[in-house]
Antibody, heavy 116, light 112 residues
Framework: EVQLVESGGGLVQPGRSLKLSCVASGFTFNNYWMTWIRQAPGKGLEWVASITNTGGSTYYPDSVKGRFTISRDNAKSTLYLQMNSLRSEDTATYYC?????????WGQGTLVTVSS | DVVMTQTPVSMSVSLGGQVSISCRSSQSLVHNNGNTYLSWYIQKPSQSPQLLIYKVSNRFSGISDRFSGSGSGTDFTLKISRVEPDDLGVYYCGQGTQYPNTFGAGTKLELK
């Protein structure tokens, strides 16, 4: 059974940093691209970052480019999202998903709240 | 960026009824490899989104045949027949053809 378990969310002040983790199990992690998707409270879904199976290439929307970094440790079957210079508009539940192009499996999400 | 427009924003349905949700994209979703990466997701209350349909019309593992997807190019439809209580929630279409991947704003399905 595919499982994705996110952690690392919490309350953080604007301008500070936070690093999210997602531990994967039930599939061969290093065979799959992975993606972070977020959902602001009461809002829709927003793609945040994707990474190839080897970690050799990464992709971001303009809204987070230069501030967020997606990475992975295939030996640990773990996906990361380093978030710097956080803004109030980054407040959301962050989901780890298995890619590419079709988000077939989602974690339970981890809530990030950016507030002073 | 590809803009995904879903209609309606919300709809009420009676149990056992049928509904259709429309999703239109601002650009063709046909990828260079010939596939069309249009998916449908449901988010039930207090849950993570779940994949229903991928590549326009393919039901994901374990998804009831009451759910069907159709369309091509820029115009897509999700149909749900014989609506059950567990079908209630917010439905999203999403495109994986090009970056940035984008989603519709959602259609909330409620009981009449």
């Amino acid at each position: 059974e595919v499982q994705l378990v996110e952690s690392g969310g919490g309350l953080v002040q604007p301008g500070r940093s936070l690093k999210l983790s997602c531990v994967a199990s039930g599939f061969t992690f290093n065979n799959y691209w992975m993606t972070w998707i977020r959902q602001a409270p009461g809002k829709g879904l927003e793609w945040v970052a994707s990474i190839t199976n080897t970690g050799g290439s990464t992709y971001y929307p303009d809204s987070v480019k230069g501030r967020f970094t997606i990475s992975r440790d295939n030996a640990k079957s773990t996906l990361y999202l380093q978030m710097n210079s956080l803004r109030s508009e980054d407040t959301a539940t962050y989901y780890c998903t298995r890619d590419p192009r079709v988000f077939a499996y989602w974690g339970q999400g981890t809530l990030v709240t950016v507030s002073s | 960026d590809v803009v995904m427009t879903q209609t309606p924003v919300s709809m009420s349905v009676s149990l056992g009824g049928q509904v259709s949700i429309s999703c239109r994209s601002s650009q063709s979703l046909v990828h260079n490899n010939g596939n069309t990466y249009l998916s449908w997701y449901i988010q039930k209350p207090s849950q993570s989104p779940q994949l229903l349909i991928y590549k326009v019309s393919n039901r994901f593992s374990g998804i009831s045949d009451r759910f069907s997807g159709s369309g091509s190019g820029t115009d897509f439809t999700l149909k749900i027949s014989r609506v059950e209580p567990d079908d209630l929630g917010v439905y999203y279409c999403g495109q994986g053809t090009q970056y940035p991947n984008t989603f519709g704003a959602g259609t909330k399905l409620e009981l009449k």
